[in-house]
Nanobody
Framework: QVQLVESGGGLAQPGGSLRLSCAASGFVFSAYAMRWYRQAPGKERERVAIIFAGGGTDYADSVKGRFTISRDNAKNTVFLQMNNLKPEDKAIYYC?????????WGQGTQVTVSS
């Protein structure tokens, strides 16, 4: 019954922007930290950003200053605004809900950065 549905991925040029969305249902969204992960072929899964239930945020060093995570609890949605995209940002991006005791994953959305 829990669902996390990512959208907004696609093709961007280096220096361009994309905005990812993750629509959540089936759990108490406001009580969970929400995270964005990414994984490229042959590489380890990387946590990109987290927004805590209280609104605090943290980012991977590789995206600091370029990406912004936000949430709208009224809409049960978390966003990832990605600016100044680089080719190394190419990956499948996954939405994750984490309570500290349990977590849920979305299906992922592909982000490609290429000229």
């Amino acid at each position: 019954q829990v669902q996390l549905v990512e959208s907004g991925g696609g093709l961007a040029q280096p220096g361009g922007s994309l905005r990812l969305s993750c629509a959540a249902s089936g759990f108490v969204f406001s009580a969970y930290a929400m995270r964005w992960y990414r994984q490229a072929p042959g590489k380890e899964r990387e946590r990109v950003a987290i927004i805590f239930a209280g609104g605090g945020t943290d980012y991977a060093d590789s995206v600091k200053g370029r990406f912004t995570i936000s949430r709208d609890n009224a809409k049960n949605t978390v966003f990832l605004q990605m600016n100044n995209l680089k080719p190394e940002d190419k990956a499948i991006y996954y939405c994750n809900a984490w309570s500290g005791l349990a977590g849920y994953w979305g299906q992922g959305t592909q982000v490609t950065v290429s000229s």
